[in-house]
């Protein structure tokens, strides 16, 4: 039994939008109300989050205006309030939250553009890594090397969406031409990465996206392959693979040989 | 001169800004002469950009990290995979100083983004100093301790701020960051005696001290002060100071801008000033609260 623990239980409730009388029955009274003391922290909690929201999504806020954006941020942070005190790490699950908030439900291409939102930020905040030399990989014998797995760069999401999202981001930038963006021009599958210090977005073909897709999700070069024939017969294999260097997107891989393969 | 003492830089006693995200590409093309530079600890935590432009500033910078969200007053203890995270970055950075908050922001899971305040109560200070050993041995390094700003009191809060602190300090070895504008902040809405908290904290476990402006708000016709790192230095806020040099002595000392973040040399002019009354003090002058 411990009061400190029952203080911040009481806290945790009224600081994320509940029942603020476990909080207010021990405060000492006196000058200012203590629900109007209680309240500056009430208001920072809830303000310093919402604007952390808008800065990851700022689109989806001039999408849906910025009143509803902070009604759909506040109900966000009430039901899925930040994990942890690393704030850049804050929001993944926002666009998962917007599939599920009512309101929403006629603007499908809504939680893919925050999908898109959250990628590129993500991209901002990934860690640094050194692309793979192309001359290790060669060093794998070439009947070995459809078993290897590699590693993508760690900024890289890949991002599909009925939607054309990409031409609604950037019809949505500040200061962008009026333009008139049909959502249903997709389906597109992105790629969004980190370069040096710049993030970018750019569509690629469903074979390739395919192919990086499987890569990503742990597939040997051969099963990925195979993943991207199955939707193009025709799909250059080689000329793909050579892509993933040229684009410095690789940055390990693993291998093993046929003598250590059981 | 750097001083060097048991592998850790010790920082020289002059003073430095809080170091914010736009002022960064500046400071790195600028370069300008100021003593030393603290950074938020969570906001380094990543990788990136921001992280490579900190390393290159912090070859010509001393650096002090500053962390927000320990949650040093947690009655579950604190998060230990934070606690990693904050160890990798000291390990990385090899900061003059590492810092922390007396208050609390995590509860079950839960980062409440703000430096909640504590009942100041035996069974609060048992745990904070619990957290605090435990942080200090993972560290293995002395961590400073600041003093809340504060706008409500607890009814059951048995003892005075300072007091805590200056016991908290005595258990755990941990030193003090002294907030001079946070001990205003108290004493406009909680009724803390700033004066009387210098006295009462001990010489030599304060490390640091931070200075900040804050805003003055009205609400219902009561005045409040939000500690909104939003404006300069309020002038009785460095005749505080100049009594905290003449207690503690030349301390190195932190301007701190958050809100409303002006233009760096608005930063560097504060830190000129701070710079000013700690020379005035290493010269042994005593300094005269005008």
């Given amino acids: 039994m ?21 909080a207010l029955a021990d405060l000492v009274a006196g000058g200012l109300p203590i629900d109007s003391r209680l309240a500056i922290y009430r208001h920072h909690v809830a303000t310093s989050l919402s604007e952390l929201l808008e800065s990851v999504y700022p689109v989806v806020c001039r999408l849906v205006d910025r009143r509803f954006f902070g009604y759909a941020a506040d109900a966000f942070i009430s039901a899925c309030p930040p994990a942890g005190p690393c704030l850049f790490e804050y929001g993944a699950g926002f666009p998962d939250f917007l599939v599920r908030l009512e309101p929403c439900r006629t603007l499908a291409w809504l939680p893919d553009v925050a999908r898109l939102e959250w990628a590129m930020h993500r991209a901002w905040f990934a860690d640094d890594a050194t692309p793979l030399d192309p001359r290790l990989l060669a060093a794998i014998p070439a009947d070995e090397r459809a078993d290897a797995r590699v590693r993508l760069d760690p900024s890289v999401t890949l991002l599909t969406s009925p939607f054309a999202v990409d031409d609604i981001w950037r019809a949505n930038q500040p200061g962008a031409p009026e333009i008139l963006v049909s959502a249903d021009a997709g389906p597109v599958h992105l790629e969004i990465r980190r370069h040096g210090d710049e993030v970018f977005v750019r569509r690629l073909h469903a074979p390739a996206w395919a192919f990086r897709s499987a890569l990503r999700a742990g597939s040997t070069l051969a099963e990925a392959g195979e993943r991207a024939l199955a939707l193009d017969e025709s799909f250059d294999l080689a000329a793909t693979f050579q892509a993933l260097f040229g684009d410095d997107v690789l940055v390990a891989f693993t291998h093993l040989t046929r003598r250590e393969t059981p | 001169m750097i001083v060097r003492d048991g592998g850790v830089r010790q920082p020289r006693t002059r003073a430095g800004i809080g170091l914010r995200a736009p002022h960064v590409a500046e400071m790195l093309e600028r370069r300008p002469p100021v003593g030393w530079l603290e950074v938020h600890a969570e906001n380094y935590m990543g990788g990136g950009p921001s992280v490579r432009a900190l390393d ?5 910078y001393d650096i002090a990290i500053h962390g927000v969200g320990l949650s040093l007053g947690s009655a579950d203890g604190i998060d230990g995979s934070h606690l990693v995270r904050l160890h990798r970055l000291v390990e990385r950075m090899e900061p003059t100083l590492v810092s922390e908050h007396l208050s609390w922001s995590v509860f079950e899971g839960a980062y409440l983004n703000h430096l909640l305040p504590l009942p100041l109560t035996e069974e609060a200070l048992a745990i904070t ?20 700003s504060s706008y409500l009191r607890f009814a059951h ?23 001079v504008n946070n001990l205003y902040v108290s004493q406009a ?47 009785a806020v460095w005749r505080l100071y100049v009594l905290a040099l003449d207690r503690f002595g030349a301390v190195p000392t932190l301007i701190e801008w958050d809100t409303n973040l002006p233009a760096l040399d608005v930063l560097l002019g504060e830190a000129a000033e701070a710079e000013r009354l700690l020379e005035r003090v290493e010269r042994g002058a005593h300094v005269c609260a005008a």
Avoid: K, M, Y
């Fill in chain 1, 2 to 22: 411990s009061a400190l623990r029952d203080t911040q239980a009481a806290w945790r409730t009224a600081l994320l939008g509940g029942e603020p009388a476990g």
């Fill in chain 2, 56 to 60: 290159a500033i912090r070859r010509d």
């Fill in chain 2, 129 to 148: 100093a619990r957290n605090v050993d435990r942080v200090q041995e993972t560290l293995g390094r002395r961590l400073l301790i600041e003093n809340p």
């Fill in chain 2, 157 to 179: 809060s048995t003892i005075p701020e300072p007091i805590f602190i200056a016991e908290l300090a005595r258990r755990t070895g941990c030193g003090i960051l002294c907030d």
């Fill in chain 2, 189 to 235: 809405n909680v009724g803390l005696e700033a004066r009387r908290a210098l006295e009462l904290l001990p010489v030599d476990a304060v490390g640091e001290i931070h200075l900040a402006g804050h805003a003055v708000n009205d609400a219902d016709g009561v005045r409040v002060l939000v500690d909104d790192h939003g404006a300069p230095v309020a002038n």
